[in-house]
Nanobody, 123 residues
Framework: QVLLVESGGGLVQAGGSLRLSCAAS????????MGWFRQAPGKEREFVAA????????YYAESVKGRFTISRDNGKNTVYLQADSLKPEDTAVYYC????????????????WGQGTQVTVSS
């Protein structure tokens, strides 16, 4: 069992930054890969970024590459998403997720999900 709790969302102007956090607890074997997803109103949930917990390999959606950075703090059992140069189209609820598979990527089966944190980017 894995519990994921996101935080750090908020309102920011275009060009600004936010740092999202995902605090994880529970079985480490069930969170070998941690991912960030987002869902805007009227749109499907989309993959944002992922990181392998052990190795630290990362994977990014094309839409955020170069602007977002995913990282982890093993000691704090926390995954971060540093979102820079934010655009209005980044506005969405951001979800943290965990996969048993030790390969970072958008096509993995994510078994556990957080409650989401709202990110709003104004123009």
């Amino acid at each position: 069992q894995v519990l994921l709790v996101e935080s750090g969302g908020g309102l920011v102007q275009a060009g600004g930054s936010l740092r999202l956090s995902c605090a994880a607890s529970g079985s480490t074997f069930s969170r070998n890969t941690m991912g960030w997803f987002r869902q805007a109103p009227g749109k499907e949930r989309e993959f944002v970024a992922a990181i392998g917990w052990i190795i630290g390999n990362t994977y990014y959606a094309e839409s955020v590459k170069g602007r977002f950075t995913i990282s982890r703090d093993n000691g704090k059992n926390t995954v971060y998403l540093q979102a820079d140069s934010l655009k209005p189209e980044d506005t969405a609820v951001y979800y943290c997720a965990a996969s048993n598979l030790a390969i970072a990527g958008p096509s993995l089966k994510y078994d556990y999900w957080g409650q989401g944190t709202q990110v709003t980017v104004s123009s």
